[in-house]
C-alpha cells in the first residue's frame, strides 16, 4: 500500500456507495423507470419535487438528475442520457459537489425570502459551462411563506437552461402552489428483503463476516432507510473491531432484546405467567436491552403476530424475518386469537407512553408485562357478550379456590394537603394523574375538598374533570376542582425536589470536608449527594402488590391453548 492510500481519508459507507446512476438506486424502480423515460422522450420537467423518509435517496436522486442532464459522454459530444457516463468533465465534478452549474441550498438553514431572491437573481444568468443551471434545494418545506411566494413566479416560467430540483422530507408542508408547479416523485420506504440483499453485497465488498441474524436486526433497526443500514453497519464494524459479527454483538450495540427471547417473553405473558415473565425481562436488561425497547420489541412482534394471522400468506411483509422466527410466529399466530392481540397491542401501547413518563423505566415496564399477563386469562368483550346470550359462564371454570365475595369499597379518608392528594392518585393506580398533579400543577389553594391551581405547558385537556370525578366517588363528598390564572403559584412538587436537591447539593459542596477535597484534587466535582436516611419523595406513595382477584395464572387462558 502506498503513502497517499495510507493517509486517505475513511470515507463512511453511505458516502462510499451512494450511487452514481439511476440503475445504482435502490428500491426506486417506478421513480428510475419513470425519469429515464423522460429524459429518452425529451418530455424534461422544468421543476422536480421528491419526497419520501430519510435516506432512501432523495438528494442522491437529485445529483444524478443533475448528471443525466448534464453529461457529454466520453467523447464530449453525447446530449442528456439517463444512463451518465461518470467520466466526462461534468460528472465528475457533480460528482464531487463542485459543478459551477449546480447549486446545492439547504433549506433548513437558508429560510428566508433574501436568500430566494438571490437565487432568482442568478437564475437569469446562462450556464458557465453546462448544459443546463440546476437548483437543488434540499428541505424545501423549511422556506418561509415569503420565500415559497418570491419562488413562485420563477417556477412557473423558468429559463429554458435552468431546472429546479426539490427534496422533503414533509411533502406536507410544502404549499400546493408550489407542488402543482412541479413533477413529483414519491421514493418508497425500501423493503426488508431488498435492504438485507443490498447490504450482503456491501459486506462482501468490504471483506466483512457477518451472521445472517446479525444483518437481519440491522435492517429492521433501519426501518427502510438505506443511509441508516449503511450507518449501522458502518457503526457494527468498527463495534466489532474484526472480531467475528453476530447477533448478540449487533444487539448489545443497539440495546436491543433477541427476536426468539421477545417471542418468548410475550408467550409467557399470553399465558398468564408473570413471574416468569419477570425473569426473562430481567435477563434481557442485565444483557443491555433499553426497557423502552423491550416494550417496543413487544408492540412490533405483537403487530407481526396480528399481520400474520390476518394475512398468512404475506408473511415477510414489513421486515426481514428468519425462517425460524417464521416459525415460531406462526404457532404463537395460530394459538392466539385477534381480539386477544389487538388488547395485548392497546395495553403494550398505553404502557409505552406511561414509561417515557415514569421516573425509573424499568419499573414501569415491569408494571406493564404484569398488567399483560394478568389481563391475558380474561375474557374477550365477543366472548362476554356470547356468555351473556347462552347463559353460560365466559370461561369455563378453573381449579382454584373459591374467591370470597367482595367487599363494599371503603371510602377514603379526606386528604389532609396536596402532597397527601397526590399520594392517593398514586395509591389508587392513577399514576398517570399523579405524575400529572406532581409535575404540571402549581398549587394556588388547598383544602380538604376545594383544590385550586395553575396549569403547567404538559397538564392535558379535561384534567379538572377527571380530578373531581375521582375524588368524588373516593371520598364520598362533593370536590370544586378549578384551573385558575396568576402568578401565586407555588412551585410543582417536582420543581421543589429539584430545587431541594440543589440546596442539598451546594451545601454538601460548601462543607468544609467536600471543599478540601476538591482543593487536594484539582479538577473533581460533586457527582451526586445522596443523604443516609433519605427523606420520602413528596407526593409518592410506597407500591403496593397487584390487587387483582384473578385465578392461578399459570391456567390455561381464556382464548385457547398455547404451544407447549
Same mark, same amino acid.
Given at each position: 500500500?502506498?503513502?497517499?492510500?495510507?493517509?486517505?481519508?475513511?470515507?463512511? $459507507?453511505?458516502?462510499?456507495?451512494?450511487?452514481? /446512476?439511476?440503475?445504482?438506486?435502490?428500491?426506486?424502480?417506478?421513480?428510475?423507470?419513470? $425519469?429515464?423515460?423522460?429524459?429518452?422522450?425529451?418530455?424534461?420537467?422544468? *421543476?422536480?419535487?421528491?419526497?419520501?423518509?430519510?435516506?432512501?435517496?432523495?438528494?442522491?436522486?437529485?445529483?444524478?438528475?443533475?448528471?443525466?442532464?448534464?453529461?457529454?459522454?466520453?467523447?464530449?459530444?453525447?446530449?442528456?442520457?439517463?444512463?451518465?457516463?461518470?467520466?466526462?468533465?461534468?460528472?465528475?465534478?457533480?460528482?464531487?459537489?463542485?459543478?459551477?452549474?449546480?447549486?446545492?441550498?439547504?433549506?433548513?438553514?437558508?429560510?428566508?425570502?433574501?436568500?430566494?431572491?438571490?437565487?432568482?437573481?442568478?437564475?437569469?444568468?446562462?450556464?458557465?459551462?453546462?448544459?443546463?443551471?440546476?437548483?437543488?434545494?434540499?428541505?424545501?418545506?423549511?422556506?418561509? /411563506?415569503?420565500?415559497?411566494?418570491?419562488?413562485?413566479?420563477?417556477?412557473?416560467?423558468?429559463?429554458?437552461?435552468?431546472?429546479?430540483?426539490?427534496?422533503?422530507?414533509?411533502?406536507?408542508?410544502?404549499?400546493?402552489?408550489?407542488?402543482?408547479?412541479?413533477?413529483?416523485?414519491? $421514493?418508497?420506504?425500501?423493503?426488508?428483503?431488498?435492504?438485507?440483499?443490498?447490504?450482503?453485497?456491501?459486506?462482501?465488498?468490504?471483506?466483512?463476516?457477518?451472521?445472517?441474524?446479525?444483518?437481519?436486526?440491522?435492517?429492521?433497526?433501519?426501518?427502510?432507510?438505506?443511509?441508516?443500514?449503511?450507518?449501522?453497519?458502518?457503526?457494527?464494524?468498527?463495534?466489532?473491531?474484526?472480531?467475528?459479527?453476530?447477533?448478540?454483538?449487533?444487539?448489545?450495540?443497539?440495546?436491543?432484546?433477541?427476536?426468539?427471547?421477545?417471542?418468548?417473553?410475550?408467550?409467557?405473558?399470553?399465558?398468564?405467567?408473570?413471574?416468569?415473565?419477570?425473569?426473562?425481562?430481567?435477563?434481557?436488561?442485565?444483557?443491555?436491552?433499553?426497557? +423502552?425497547?423491550?416494550?417496543?420489541?413487544?408492540?412490533? =412482534?405483537?403487530?407481526?403476530?396480528?399481520?400474520?394471522?390476518?394475512?398468512?400468506?404475506?408473511?415477510?411483509?414489513?421486515?426481514?424475518?428468519?425462517? +425460524?422466527?417464521?416459525?415460531?410466529?406462526?404457532?404463537?399466530?395460530?394459538?392466539?386469537?385477534?381480539?386477544?392481540?389487538?388488547?395485548?397491542?392497546? +395495553?403494550?401501547?398505553?404502557?409505552?407512553?406511561?414509561?417515557?413518563?415514569?421516573?425509573?423505566?424499568?419499573?414501569?415496564?415491569?408494571?406493564?408485562?404484569?398488567?399483560?399477563?394478568?389481563?391475558?386469562?380474561?375474557?374477550?368483550?365477543?366472548?362476554?357478550?356470547?356468555?351473556?346470550?347462552?347463559?353460560?359462564?365466559?370461561?369455563?371454570?378453573?381449579?382454584?379456590?373459591?374467591?370470597?365475595?367482595?367487599?363494599?369499597?371503603?371510602?377514603?379518608?379526606?386528604?389532609?394537603?396536596?402532597?397527601?392528594?397526590?399520594?392517593? =392518585?398514586?395509591?389508587?393506580?392513577?399514576?398517570?394523574?399523579?405524575?400529572? $398533579?406532581?409535575?404540571?400543577?402549581?398549587?394556588?389553594?388547598?383544602?380538604?375538598?376545594?383544590?385550586?391551581?395553575?396549569?403547567?405547558?404538559?397538564?392535558?385537556?379535561?384534567?379538572?374533570?377527571?380530578?373531581?370525578?375521582?375524588?368524588?366517588?373516593?371520598?364520598? /363528598?362533593?370536590?370544586?376542582?378549578?384551573?385558575?390564572?396568576?402568578?401565586?403559584?407555588?412551585?410543582?412538587?417536582?420543581?421543589?425536589?429539584?430545587?431541594?436537591?440543589?440546596?442539598?447539593?451546594?451545601?454538601?459542596?460548601?462543607?468544609?470536608?467536600?471543599?478540601?477535597?476538591?482543593?487536594?484534587?484539582?479538577?473533581?466535582?460533586?457527582?451526586?449527594?445522596?443523604?443516609?436516611?433519605? *427523606?420520602? +419523595?413528596?407526593?409518592?406513595?410506597?407500591?403496593?402488590?397487584?390487587?387483582?382477584?384473578?385465578?392461578?395464572?399459570?391456567?390455561?387462558?381464556?382464548?385457547?391453548?398455547?404451544?407447549?
Amino acid at each position: 500500500m502506498n503513502g497517499s492510500s495510507e493517509t486517505r481519508p475513511y470515507r463512511v $459507507l453511505a458516502r462510499t456507495y451512494r450511487p452514481s /446512476r439511476f440503475a445504482d438506486l435502490v428500491g426506486q424502480e417506478a421513480t428510475v423507470r419513470t $425519469l429515464a423515460n423522460a429524459i429518452v422522450s425529451g418530455r424534461l420537467a422544468h *421543476a422536480f419535487i421528491l419526497t419520501g423518509i430519510r435516506g432512501v435517496g432523495k438528494t442522491t436522486t437529485a445529483r444524478i438528475i443533475a448528471r443525466a442532464l448534464n453529461c457529454v459522454g466520453a467523447d464530449g459530444t453525447g446530449g442528456p442520457t439517463p444512463d451518465p457516463c461518470g467520466s466526462c468533465d461534468h460528472c465528475i465534478a457533480i460528482g464531487e459537489d463542485r459543478h459551477v452549474d449546480v447549486i446545492e441550498m439547504d433549506a433548513a438553514s437558508r429560510t428566508g425570502v433574501d436568500d430566494i431572491r438571490e437565487l432568482i437573481e442568478g437564475v437569469r444568468y446562462r450556464p458557465v459551462s453546462a448544459r443546463f443551471k440546476i437548483y437543488i434545494i434540499d428541505e424545501v418545506h423549511m422556506l418561509s /411563506r415569503n420565500a415559497f411566494n418570491a419562488l413562485l413566479k420563477t417556477l412557473e416560467e423558468p429559463p429554458e437552461h435552468v431546472k429546479f430540483v426539490f427534496a422533503t422530507t414533509e411533502i406536507r408542508k410544502v404549499p400546493v402552489t408550489v407542488l402543482s408547479r412541479c413533477q413529483r416523485f414519491d $421514493l418508497r420506504r425500501v423493503d426488508g428483503e431488498t435492504l438485507f440483499s443490498h447490504l450482503q453485497g456491501i459486506a462482501g465488498r468490504e471483506g466483512v463476516e457477518i451472521a445472517e441474524d446479525a444483518m437481519r436486526q440491522i435492517v429492521r433497526a433501519a426501518e427502510g432507510s438505506v443511509r441508516d443500514a449503511l450507518s449501522l453497519l458502518d457503526q457494527t464494524i468498527a463495534h466489532a473491531a474484526g472480531a467475528a459479527i453476530d447477533g448478540d454483538r449487533v444487539r448489545e450495540m443497539l440495546g436491543l432484546a433477541d427476536r426468539l427471547q421477545t417471542a418468548d417473553l410475550l408467550e409467557a405473558l399470553m399465558r398468564g405467567r408473570a413471574a416468569p415473565a419477570l425473569g426473562l425481562f430481567d435477563s434481557l436488561h442485565e444483557a443491555g436491552a433499553d426497557p +423502552i425497547a423491550v416494550l417496543q420489541d413487544l408492540l412490533e =412482534f405483537t403487530h407481526w403476530l396480528t399481520r400474520l394471522k390476518a394475512a398468512p400468506e404475506d408473511a415477510r411483509a414489513g421486515g426481514a424475518v428468519s425462517d +425460524i422466527e417464521l416459525e415460531r410466529g406462526r404457532a404463537l399466530a395460530a394459538a392466539l386469537s385477534i381480539p386477544v392481540l389487538t388488547r395485548c397491542w392497546q +395495553i403494550l401501547l398505553k404502557g409505552v407512553s406511561e414509561t417515557h413518563m415514569a421516573v425509573d423505566p424499568r419499573q414501569a415496564v415491569e408494571m406493564v408485562l404484569i398488567r399483560l399477563a394478568y389481563a391475558a386469562d380474561l375474557p374477550t368483550p365477543g366472548e362476554i357478550v356470547q356468555a351473556v346470550e347462552s347463559g353460560e359462564p365466559a370461561a369455563p371454570p378453573q381449579p382454584a379456590p373459591p374467591s370470597p365475595a367482595p367487599a363494599p369499597e371503603a371510602t377514603q379518608p379526606m386528604p389532609e394537603n396536596f402532597e397527601a392528594l397526590v399520594a392517593l =392518585f398514586r395509591s389508587r393506580k392513577e399514576m398517570v394523574l399523579g405524575a400529572h $398533579l406532581a409535575n404540571d400543577v402549581g398549587l394556588v389553594d388547598y383544602a380538604p375538598g376545594r383544590l385550586r391551581y395553575r396549569r403547567g405547558q404538559h397538564a392535558p385537556d379535561g384534567l379538572e374533570n377527571r380530578l373531581r370525578r375521582m375524588l368524588d366517588e373516593w371520598t364520598g /363528598r362533593r370536590w370544586s376542582v378549578e384551573a385558575v390564572d396568576g402568578d401565586d403559584a407555588a412551585p410543582s412538587l417536582r420543581q421543589q425536589r429539584e430545587e431541594r436537591e440543589a440546596a442539598e447539593r451546594q451545601q454538601a459542596i460548601d462543607h468544609p470536608a467536600v471543599r478540601a477535597a476538591l482543593e487536594t484534587f484539582p479538577g473533581a466535582t460533586v457527582e451526586a449527594v445522596r443523604s443516609v436516611t433519605p *427523606a420520602p +419523595i413528596l407526593g409518592e406513595a410506597p407500591q403496593e402488590p397487584p390487587t387483582d382477584t384473578e385465578d392461578d395464572p399459570e391456567a390455561k387462558s381464556a382464548h385457547g391453548e398455547l404451544p407447549p
